[in-house]
């Protein structure tokens, strides 16, 4: 804001001077840029030395020229990324950009105290060692002790803005913390252990903003430097080596821009804007109307479908680097047009696998796989959308490409950057056109319905991120089969909450030809929503949560039964689990507004379930007999069935499961 009144000041005197040429105003108005430029050189100088001196370097490599370049040419664009959650995905942090509440607040959770409080513009803690804490995961608790090393440090990134913002800080150089027995500064960003949640606007622990199994300790999170660098800014090189001195290791990280920028979609632009630099040269394209490709550039719309998508997938997948250590010292390699495998291993769901690359990867963490797909090889978890398309015919056999529904620049809102131009409805039915032609005949539900809605029926909500359901990118049809085998959710029980896994599998038969099933007595008895919130893993349990208290859902099944289960899920192992249930079950007017905090004490949970229990039960309404015995509800009064509940409850799976967002 200063230097944009600098600015003003600056172009008004100008203006003046050009105006006046007396001598004497020359000679003031000169006098009067030359303090205003110093000042805002000053100002300008400061800043940088302020925000930048913990940040990675500025790297000069690889042809990368940053965002800044693109601006002038493209001013819309420029806005339009500007705009984009993917510029925050990780930024510069101080008391102007920060959504996190740091008016000296005191933290405390799994018996771990972090201060945070501001310093002019600067953000600080005082928290746990995190070089400690990732040192002695592997050592039990109760040998830690309770006097842990403690690191006064300054807060200098933050990734994310939309749903949540987590923080990193880098440990202190401080000679007086260092001769206090701490290891100086490794050059590391470490995870702060607490996260602001934006809809609830208040801080979270981390490990509690992620659908982990519950734990009584700390767990801190990978280095910036080794694990969102990837894919959440541009050109980074974690430079990491060997210090002898201290036995461990050192990063001297640069990046050429925190954030996904321009040059991430479209490639190094130094060429591009060499070329380009002459005003002649640029409107001289743009007056001759010459559309031909620009070679010093990539454009994904000009891309293969196959490479286009892969522009995507290097971020938006579940993968590793094959050259983990080139990319230690210089960072990832691949270039938008590149062909992705020849960089890049995308993992693909094996329940015996074999390849090295893969065997390599569950060596380091055993549980990538079941935290990251359902058993039908169905990727569920969130941002890694090109593994679904990979298992998709329209993409595989068909042309549809991330490209066919989302827009970089011209898209209706930044949550999901959905094309402005084109409905995903419409986007389908282009290539189906024998079903648009009459499209209830097709669905077996009325026009302009939710049943008619393609994205519905072929791109259910199984997979999970941010505390909410999001649409998978396996675009495939509803199978009972399917979900009684693997357990993931299909399209027509997650809208019909109310029925029974057998009522699926009986439509789809009746309606599409799909093999006759028999199933066990409690799926031809019992809705498959509601087996999924009594006796599924963590996974199914969160995502049956979120579907309970779905829009479509309560006006498809009523909105009469579902705070009894979601008020059972108020006390779920899983903070994650309780954070969607509560946020679902505020949807019900019964539960507008109603008070639960899903990381309070396990006595706080029990007492708010039973008071979300009690609201349910003094103001429900008796569903319909055909309805009732399906969610284990007494038909006549209403009252639930404790006895059948309980039982299926008994039986809930409580594998540890991670799903690693």
């Known amino acids: 804001m200063e230097l944009a009144v600098l600015a003003f000041f600056a172009l008004a005197t100008a203006a003046w001077l050009a105006r006046d040429t007396s001598p004497r105003s020359r000679a003031i108005g000169v006098g009067v840029l030359v303090v205003l430029i110093a000042v805002g050189w000053s100002r300008e100088a400061t800043r940088a030395t302020a925000d930048h001196a913990l940040l990675p370097s500025v790297a000069e490599t690889a042809g990368f020229t940053s965002s800044s370049s693109c ?62 804490e990732m040192a002695n995961q592997a050592v039990p608790a109760a040998q830690l002790g309770n006097d842990p090393p403690r690191v006064t440090a300054r807060v200098v990134m933050a990734t994310g803005s939309h749903h949540r913002q987590t923080y990193w800080l880098r440990r202190p150089a401080d000679p007086s913390q260092v001769a206090a027995g701490l290891p100086p500064d490794d050059g590391a960003y470490h995870q702060l252990p607490w996260t602001w949640d934006v809809a609830e606007a208040r801080w979270i622990p981390t490990q509690d903003s992620f659908l982990t199994p519950p734990s009584e300790r700390v767990e801190p999170g990978l280095p910036w430097n080794t694990s969102c660098n990837l894919c959440h800014s541009v050109g980074t090189s974690p430079h990491l080596t060997r210090d002898p001195e201290h036995g461990r290791e050192v990063f001297h990280t640069s990046s050429v821009e925190l954030g996904i920028a321009c040059e991430s979609c479209h490639g190094p632009a130094e060429s591009h804007v060499d070329l380009h630099r002459s005003p002649w ?10 559309d031909e490709a620009d070679a010093t550039i990539v454009d994904p719309r000009r891309l293969t479908k196959a490479r286009s998508t892969e522009v995507c997938g290097q971020c938006h997948s579940f993968h590793k680097e094959l050259d983990l250590p080139r990319w230690r010292d210089r960072g990832v390699t691949f270039r938008p047009g590149d062909v992705l495998a020849d960089t890049k291993r995308v993992f693909r769901f094996a329940a015996e696998p074999t390849d090295p690359v893969l065997l390599q990867h569950l060596a380091y963490e055993p549980d990538a796989l079941a935290g990251r797909f359902w058993k039908d090889g169905t990727i569920r978890v969130a941002g890694r959308e090109y593994n679904g398309l990979l298992e998709s015919a329209c993409h595989t056999r068909g042309e549809m490409s991330c490209l066919s529904c989302h827009a970089s620049h011209a898209y209706e809102a930044p949550a999901d950057q959905l094309r402005a131009d084109v409905s995903t409805q419409q986007a389908c039915v282009a290539c189906h056109a024998e079903i648009a032609r009459d499209v209830p005949a097709h669905t077996h539900h009325a026009a302009g319905s939710g049943g008619s809605d393609c994205v519905n029926c072929h791109m259910p909500h199984t997979t999970w991120g941010l505390f909410t359901a999001m649409r998978s990118h396996r675009i495939d049809s509803p199978s009972a089969k399917t979900s009684f085998e693997t357990g993931r959710p299909n399209a027509c029980n997650q809208c019909h909450v109310d029925r029974p896994l057998q009522w699926t599998a009986d439509q789809l038969a009746a309606w599409y030809g799909h093999e006759r099933l028999t199933l066990p007595a409690k799926h031809r008895e019992v809705s498959a929503t509601v087996l999924w919130t009594l006796e599924g893993d963590a996974a199914q349990r969160a995502i049956a949560a979120w579907t309970l208290g779905w829009e479509e859902s309560r006006r498809s099944a009523g909105a009469d ?10 006390t779920d192992p899983y903070a994650a689990v ?13 539960h507008a507004g109603f008070a639960y905090d899903f990381v309070a004490s396990p006595g706080q949970q029990t007492e708010r379930a039973r008071a979300a229990l009690g609201i349910w039960q003094a103001r429900r309404v008796r569903p319909p007999e055909s309805r009732a015995a399906n969610v284990l509800l007494d038909a006549a009064s209403g009252e639930p069935l404790r006895s059948r509940i309980a039982e299926f409850s008994a039986h809930r799976d409580d594998t540890p499961l991670r799903i690693i967002e």
Do not use: K
């Open 578 to 590: 309780r954070r969607v249930a509560v946020d679902a079950l505020r949807r019900f007017p019964t």
């Open 561 to 570: 039964w579902q705070p009894l289960y979601l008020g059972m899920l108020l």
């Open 281 to 290: 040269q640029r409107y001289r394209r743009h007056l001759s109307g010459d």
């Open 71 to 132: 601006r002038a040419c493209h001013p819309s664009r420029y806005a339009s990324w500007h705009q984009s959650y993917h510029r925050t995905m990780t930024q510069a942090i101080d008391a102007e950009n920060a959504l996190g509440d740091f008016d000296d607040v005191t933290l405390v959770t799994r018996g771990r105290t972090t201060r945070l409080w501001r310093r002019g513009r600067e953000l600080w803690c005082d928290t746990v060692d995190p070089y400690w």
